[in-house]
């Protein structure tokens, strides 16, 4: 049952914990005491010992840990046209006081050069596995700030700023595909959010009707999907939220199945963690031939999963989607932002170890 195209049976979100001296290097670096090219040595050097790990444990698809990132979105965002960060009004992460910026939108939105390319041409130089890279989905643009936080100079109507955002993506996804990229994931958390009645309150105080949020969004999704090049996968991961193991939202999918699932990905990972992210029910509304990752392994606290727990929920999901499209993950990466979660380097490694045994001893070779 060994899949030849991606996702992969045991696969991965994306982020890894960054490892000690390439987080205290990237601390001298900006503060001016560690120049560039010297900091682009050590993220290379671990990004190749990550990748090794990542291959030695037998996952199929390896990732650069997002290592040369601060944040799992916001270095991406911020390389569009027109796009600018600031800090966050609200919904904030709970347990935590520092908070994680939000794009806000000053003019056009665009795509005029390549973003990250030369972070994947590494990966891809250095990895034997199947190199998978991971950028925010479009959504991110507008989730946290809404309609509050796109200029209305620029976008009088949102209609014309969800063109521009599609037509950058599409550019951004054809350089990132030019680069040799196969395999690439949309992060996007605003499907999860908004099954959070919460969130659709902060929506509505944002200018946003929420119940038109989630079909908005796909068919952006859709539209920066147009021209998908020939070859490529793309997956869509959603969660509801990652911060130093703080989250945002809760509530079962049911309300925006239909809308995310009407992405034309091929695959979903979905947060399926903790009873925050309701039953399995709702993907009974998965199109057929469309696989589903299972993010059954948490990446927010250290203690190990049951082996015998994650098969029976395996089989429970089953019982919606037929086993063959159903893969294994954890539910979201081990540190969406430079911070990582409150977990140890040695238990992120024995989690990945667990989803690719758990996934040989449910699917077979």
């Known amino acids: 049952m060994h899949l030849m195209t991606p996702p992969y049976r045991a696969d991965q979100?994306?982020?890894l914990l960054r490892p000690a001296a390439l987080a205290a290097a990237r601390r001298q670096w900006k503060q001016g005491a560690l120049e560039a090219g010297k900091l682009k040595e050590i993220e290379d050097r671990a990004i190749?010992?990550?990748?090794?790990?990542?291959?030695?444990?037998?996952?199929?698809?390896?990732?650069?840990?997002?290592?040369?990132?601060?944040?799992?979105?916001?270095?991406?965002?911020?390389?569009?046209?027109?796009?600018t960060t600031k800090e966050n009004p609200g919904p904030k992460f709970g347990g935590t006081e520092e908070q994680p910026p939000i794009a806000t939108v000053t003019g056009k939105v665009g795509c005029s050069g390549p973003i990250m390319t030369e972070h994947f041409a590494y990966l891809k130089q250095?990895?034997?596995?199947?190199?998978?890279?991971?950028?925010?989905?479009?959504?991110?643009?507008?989730?946290?700030?809404g309609r509050n936080a796109i200029s209305i100079e620029a976008y009088p109507e949102l209609d014309a700023f969800w063109d521009d955002v599609a037509a950058a993506y599409r550019k951004a996804i054809a350089h990132?595909?030019?680069?040799?990229?196969?395999?690439?994931?949309?992060?996007?958390?605003?499907?999860?959010?908004?099954?959070?009645?919460?969130?659709?309150?902060?929506?509505r105080r944002n200018g946003d009707d929420p119940a038109a949020l989630p079909q908005r969004y796909a068919d952006t999704i859709n539209?920066?999907?147009?021209?998908?090049?020939?070859?490529?996968?793309?997956?869509l991961h959603t969660c509801?939220?990652?911060?130093?193991?703080?989250?945002?939202?809760?509530?079962?999918?049911?309300?925006?199945?239909?809308a995310m699932f009407s992405a034309n990905v091929d695959g979903f990972f979905m947060e399926f963690d903790s009873a925050r992210a309701g039953t399995f029910e709702p993907l009974k509304a998965l199109p057929k031939g469309k696989k589903v990752v299972?993010?059954?392994v948490t990446t927010k606290v250290g203690e190990i999963e049951d082996k015998a727990v994650l098969k029976r929920r395996i089989a429970e999901a089953a019982k919606f989607v037929p086993l063959e499209d159903l893969c294994l993950s954890p539910q979201c990466g081990f540190s969406?932002?430079?911070?990582?979660?409150?977990?140890?380097?040695?238990?992120?490694?024995?989690?990945?170890?667990?989803?690719?045994?758990?996934?040989?001893?449910v699917w077979g070779n």
Not at 180 to 202: M, N, S, V, W
Not at 223 to 235: H, N, Q
Not at 241 to 258: L, Q, R, T
Not at 349 to 358: A, C, D, F, G, N
């Open 294 to 296: 299972l993010g059954l």
């Open 176 to 203: 990132l595909a030019a680069a040799g990229c196969t395999y690439l994931q949309l992060d996007d958390t605003a499907f999860a959010y908004l099954c959070d009645p919460k969130i659709r309150e902060t929506c």
């Open 13 to 15: 979100v994306g982020s």
């Open 48 to 83: 190749l010992e990550a990748v090794r790990r990542q291959e030695a444990i037998g996952l199929q698809a390896v990732t650069d840990g997002e290592f040369r990132r601060d944040w799992w979105h916001l270095d991406f965002l911020s390389q569009l046209d027109g796009v």
């Open 126 to 145: 250095v990895a034997k596995a199947m190199p998978k890279f991971t950028i925010p989905s479009p959504s991110m643009l507008h989730l946290r700030g």
């Open 336 to 361: 969406s932002t430079h911070h990582g979660n409150a977990l140890s380097q040695d238990d992120q490694w024995r989690k990945l170890e667990l989803i690719v045994e758990t996934a040989r001893e």
């Open 240 to 258: 509801r939220g990652n911060f130093k193991s703080a989250w945002v939202a809760e509530g079962g999918y049911d309300p925006v199945a239909k």
């Open 223 to 235: 539209a920066a999907l147009a021209e998908k090049p020939a070859g490529m996968t793309i997956t």
